[in-house]
Protein backbone atom coordinates (compact mmCIF):
# COMPACT_ATOMS: atom_id res chain seq x y z
CA UNK A 1 0.00 0.00 0.00
CA UNK A 2 1.07 3.78 -0.69
CA UNK A 3 1.05 6.13 2.40
CA UNK A 4 -2.40 6.83 1.30
CA UNK A 5 -4.00 3.85 0.51
CA UNK A 6 -4.34 2.11 3.62
CA UNK A 7 -6.99 5.36 4.89
CA UNK A 8 -9.83 3.75 3.14
CA UNK A 9 -9.11 0.21 4.22
CA UNK A 10 -8.90 2.01 7.42
CA UNK A 11 -12.08 3.95 7.73
CA UNK A 12 -13.79 1.84 6.08
CA UNK A 13 -13.17 -1.16 9.17
CA UNK A 14 -14.13 1.61 11.53
CA UNK A 15 -17.11 2.17 10.08
CA UNK A 16 -18.86 -1.22 10.33
CA UNK A 17 -18.30 -0.83 14.82
CA UNK A 18 -19.22 2.90 14.66
CA UNK A 19 -22.39 1.70 12.66
CA UNK A 20 -23.12 -1.35 14.04
CA UNK A 21 -23.11 -0.08 17.87
CA UNK A 22 -24.70 3.41 17.37
CA UNK A 23 -27.64 1.44 15.53
CA UNK A 24 -28.52 -0.51 18.24
CA UNK A 25 -28.40 2.06 20.98
CA UNK A 26 -30.47 3.97 18.86
CA UNK A 27 -32.77 0.79 18.85
CA UNK A 28 -32.65 0.38 22.33
CA UNK A 29 -33.34 4.30 22.91
CA UNK A 30 -36.21 4.17 21.19
CA UNK A 31 -37.92 0.80 21.72
CA UNK A 32 -40.62 1.47 24.11
CA UNK A 33 -40.25 -2.61 25.39
CA UNK A 34 -36.43 -1.99 26.28
CA UNK A 35 -38.45 0.85 28.91
CA UNK A 36 -41.23 -1.46 29.92
CA UNK A 37 -39.31 -4.13 30.56
CA UNK A 38 -36.89 -2.26 32.68
CA UNK A 39 -39.92 -0.45 34.65
CA UNK A 40 -41.39 -4.30 35.18
CA UNK A 41 -38.51 -5.63 36.06
CA UNK A 42 -37.52 -3.88 38.38
CA UNK A 43 -40.43 -2.51 39.91
CA UNK A 44 -40.90 1.19 38.99
CA UNK A 45 -44.25 1.61 39.49
CA UNK A 46 -44.09 0.65 42.89
CA UNK A 47 -41.41 2.85 43.79
CA UNK A 48 -42.37 5.25 42.13
CA UNK A 49 -46.27 5.74 42.33
CA UNK A 50 -47.08 5.74 39.09
CA UNK A 51 -48.72 3.36 36.95
CA UNK A 52 -47.85 1.09 34.40
CA UNK A 53 -50.17 2.93 31.97
CA UNK A 54 -48.21 6.31 32.92
CA UNK A 55 -45.18 4.96 32.91
CA UNK A 56 -45.61 4.16 29.52
CA UNK A 57 -46.18 7.84 28.38
CA UNK A 58 -43.57 8.55 30.33
CA UNK A 59 -41.31 7.02 28.38
CA UNK A 60 -43.12 7.91 25.18
CA UNK A 61 -42.78 11.65 26.47
CA UNK A 62 -39.07 11.00 27.09
CA UNK A 63 -38.41 9.24 23.69
CA UNK A 64 -40.59 12.61 21.81
CA UNK A 65 -37.99 14.78 24.07
CA UNK A 66 -34.74 12.59 22.76
CA UNK A 67 -36.14 13.02 18.91
CA UNK A 68 -36.90 16.18 18.81
CA UNK A 69 -33.91 18.89 18.20
CA UNK A 70 -35.73 21.84 19.48
CA UNK A 71 -37.83 20.65 21.89
CA UNK A 72 -38.55 21.37 25.59
CA UNK A 73 -38.76 18.76 28.21
CA UNK A 74 -42.46 18.38 29.84
CA UNK A 75 -42.93 15.50 31.23
CA UNK A 76 -46.02 15.23 33.60
CA UNK A 77 -47.88 12.74 35.27
CA UNK A 78 -49.92 11.20 38.48
CA UNK A 79 -47.91 10.16 40.83
CA UNK A 80 -49.87 8.52 43.72
CA UNK A 81 -53.28 10.24 42.17
CA UNK A 82 -51.64 13.37 42.39
CA UNK A 83 -50.26 15.34 38.84
CA UNK A 84 -46.96 16.77 39.14
CA UNK A 85 -43.88 17.07 37.20
CA UNK A 86 -41.90 14.32 37.36
CA UNK A 87 -38.17 15.76 36.80
CA UNK A 88 -36.72 18.63 39.10
CA UNK A 89 -34.27 21.46 37.12
CA UNK A 90 -31.57 19.16 37.95
CA UNK A 91 -32.92 16.52 36.30
CA UNK A 92 -34.29 18.74 33.36
CA UNK A 93 -30.60 19.90 33.06
CA UNK A 94 -28.93 16.70 32.74
CA UNK A 95 -31.26 15.53 30.34
CA UNK A 96 -30.29 18.57 28.16
CA UNK A 97 -26.92 17.05 28.56
CA UNK A 98 -28.06 13.74 27.44
CA UNK A 99 -30.11 14.48 24.22
CA UNK A 100 -26.59 15.96 23.34
CA UNK A 101 -25.23 13.04 23.53
CA UNK A 102 -27.85 10.63 21.57
CA UNK A 103 -28.04 13.16 18.99
CA UNK A 104 -24.15 12.82 18.96
CA UNK A 105 -24.72 9.04 18.56
CA UNK A 106 -27.78 9.57 15.81
CA UNK A 107 -25.03 11.77 13.90
CA UNK A 108 -21.88 9.16 14.13
CA UNK A 109 -24.04 6.64 13.19
CA UNK A 110 -25.59 8.39 10.03
CA UNK A 111 -22.35 9.32 8.69
CA UNK A 112 -20.73 6.30 9.21
CA UNK A 113 -24.40 4.36 7.48
CA UNK A 114 -23.64 7.05 4.53
CA UNK A 115 -20.05 5.86 4.29
CA UNK A 116 -20.82 2.08 4.68
CA UNK A 117 -22.83 2.88 1.51
CA UNK A 118 -20.61 4.56 -0.74
CA UNK A 119 -18.28 2.54 -0.30
CA UNK A 120 -20.32 -0.44 -1.53
CA UNK A 121 -21.79 2.01 -4.29
CA UNK A 122 -18.46 2.86 -5.25
CA UNK A 123 -17.78 -0.81 -5.23
CA UNK A 124 -20.65 -1.85 -6.98
CA UNK A 125 -20.89 0.63 -9.63
CA UNK A 126 -16.67 -0.47 -10.69
CA UNK A 127 -17.97 -4.03 -11.47
CA UNK A 128 -14.57 -5.11 -10.81
CA UNK A 129 -14.34 -8.43 -8.81
CA UNK A 130 -10.79 -7.12 -7.21
CA UNK A 131 -12.97 -4.12 -5.71
CA UNK A 132 -15.30 -6.08 -4.20
CA UNK A 133 -13.40 -8.40 -3.15
CA UNK A 134 -11.71 -5.87 -1.41
CA UNK A 135 -14.65 -3.83 0.33
CA UNK A 136 -15.22 -7.62 1.55
CA UNK A 137 -12.15 -8.35 3.49
CA UNK A 138 -12.52 -4.91 4.82
CA UNK A 139 -15.97 -5.34 6.17
CA UNK A 140 -14.70 -8.87 7.45
CA UNK A 141 -11.83 -6.77 9.67
CA UNK A 142 -14.54 -4.41 10.73
CA UNK A 143 -16.69 -7.09 11.95
CA UNK A 144 -14.18 -9.22 13.42
CA UNK A 145 -12.99 -5.85 15.34
CA UNK A 146 -16.59 -5.25 16.19
CA UNK A 147 -16.86 -8.75 17.96
CA UNK A 148 -13.47 -8.18 19.67
CA UNK A 149 -14.47 -5.05 21.02
CA UNK A 150 -17.78 -6.16 21.98
CA UNK A 151 -16.32 -8.67 23.96
CA UNK A 152 -13.76 -6.87 25.75
CA UNK A 153 -16.37 -4.49 27.06
CA UNK A 154 -18.58 -7.17 27.48
CA UNK A 155 -16.28 -8.44 29.71
CA UNK A 156 -15.39 -5.77 31.31
CA UNK A 157 -18.69 -4.45 32.10
CA UNK A 158 -19.70 -8.12 33.72
CA UNK A 159 -16.89 -7.74 36.18
CA UNK A 160 -16.92 -4.23 36.50
CA UNK A 161 -19.81 -2.64 35.00
CA UNK A 162 -19.74 0.12 38.68
CA UNK A 163 -16.67 1.27 37.07
CA UNK A 164 -17.19 1.35 33.38
CA UNK A 165 -20.59 3.24 34.52
CA UNK A 166 -18.93 6.03 36.36
CA UNK A 167 -16.15 6.28 33.55
CA UNK A 168 -19.13 6.73 30.99
CA UNK A 169 -20.01 9.31 33.06
CA UNK A 170 -17.24 11.04 33.84
CA UNK A 171 -15.96 11.05 30.18
CA UNK A 172 -19.02 11.83 28.27
CA UNK A 173 -20.53 15.07 30.37
CA UNK A 174 -19.05 17.70 31.84
CA UNK A 175 -20.73 18.70 35.09
CA UNK A 176 -21.88 16.67 37.90
CA UNK A 177 -25.44 16.95 37.23
CA UNK A 178 -25.82 13.22 36.74
CA UNK A 179 -24.64 12.72 40.25
CA UNK A 180 -28.87 12.30 41.77
CA UNK A 181 -29.95 10.86 44.55
CA UNK A 182 -32.10 7.48 43.65
CA UNK A 183 -34.41 8.64 47.19
CA UNK A 184 -35.80 11.63 45.72
CA UNK A 185 -34.65 12.17 41.68
CA UNK A 186 -37.27 10.02 39.71
CA UNK A 187 -34.90 9.97 36.39
CA UNK A 188 -32.46 7.44 39.13
CA UNK A 189 -36.09 5.93 40.27
CA UNK A 190 -37.12 5.34 36.63
CA UNK A 191 -33.61 4.15 34.90
CA UNK A 192 -31.65 2.28 37.88
CA UNK A 193 -28.22 1.85 37.16
CA UNK A 194 -29.00 -2.39 37.03
CA UNK A 195 -31.48 -0.80 34.28
CA UNK A 196 -28.34 0.54 32.20
CA UNK A 197 -26.57 -2.93 32.59
CA UNK A 198 -29.43 -4.92 31.31
CA UNK A 199 -29.84 -2.18 27.89
CA UNK A 200 -25.74 -2.14 27.96
CA UNK A 201 -25.93 -6.39 26.95
CA UNK A 202 -29.09 -5.93 25.17
CA UNK A 203 -27.16 -3.32 23.03
CA UNK A 204 -24.37 -5.44 22.72
CA UNK A 205 -26.09 -8.68 21.79
CA UNK A 206 -27.56 -6.97 18.75
CA UNK A 207 -24.32 -5.68 17.37
CA UNK A 208 -22.52 -9.00 17.85
CA UNK A 209 -25.49 -10.41 15.96
CA UNK A 210 -24.82 -7.50 13.07
CA UNK A 211 -21.46 -8.14 13.35
CA UNK A 212 -21.35 -11.46 12.96
CA UNK A 213 -23.75 -11.37 10.21
CA UNK A 214 -21.07 -9.16 8.22
CA UNK A 215 -18.49 -11.52 9.14
CA UNK A 216 -20.28 -14.65 7.69
CA UNK A 217 -21.60 -12.87 4.70
CA UNK A 218 -18.30 -11.40 3.91
CA UNK A 219 -15.65 -14.43 4.42
CA UNK A 220 -18.98 -16.72 2.68
CA UNK A 221 -17.83 -14.39 -0.84
CA UNK A 222 -14.48 -14.59 0.02
CA UNK A 223 -14.52 -18.11 0.55
CA UNK A 224 -16.76 -18.62 -2.96
CA UNK A 225 -14.40 -16.57 -4.58
CA UNK A 226 -11.22 -18.72 -3.90
CA UNK A 227 -13.69 -21.50 -4.98
CA UNK A 228 -14.66 -20.16 -8.21
CA UNK A 229 -10.51 -19.25 -8.77
CA UNK A 230 -9.73 -22.68 -7.91
CA UNK A 231 -11.74 -24.20 -10.45
CA UNK A 232 -10.94 -22.09 -13.13
CA UNK A 233 -7.69 -22.66 -12.69
CA UNK A 234 -8.25 -26.80 -12.97
CA UNK A 235 -9.94 -26.43 -15.46
CA UNK A 236 -7.24 -23.76 -17.70
CA UNK A 237 -4.98 -27.02 -16.57
CA UNK A 238 -7.25 -29.43 -17.84
CA UNK A 239 -7.66 -27.34 -20.89
CA UNK A 240 -3.99 -27.40 -21.35
CA UNK A 241 -3.25 -30.80 -20.71
CA UNK A 242 -5.43 -32.20 -23.66
CA UNK A 243 -4.43 -29.46 -26.32
CA UNK A 244 -0.75 -31.36 -25.29
CA UNK A 245 -2.32 -34.60 -26.09
CA UNK A 246 -3.58 -33.42 -29.52
Known amino acids: MTRVA ?8 IAV ?7 SVTWAFNDAGVYQRGFEKYGVSRITGIT ?3 LAQVGADLRRYF ?17 RDIFNQREVSHLRDVKRLVWGVYLIGAVSGVYLLTAAGV ?4 HRRRSVEALARRLLWGGGLTL ?18 LKFHQLSFANDLWQLDPRTDFLVMLFPQDFWFDSTMWVA ?10 VLLSSGYLAYNRWKSHRRGRQHLGNLEEASQV
Open 52 to 54: DAD
Open 67 to 83: NSPGAPLMVKSMVYGEE
Open 205 to 214: MRAVIGASAV
Open 123 to 126: GAAL
Open 17 to 23: PLFLVTA
Open 148 to 165: GLILAVGLFAAVGFDTLF
Open 6 to 13: WIPAFLLA
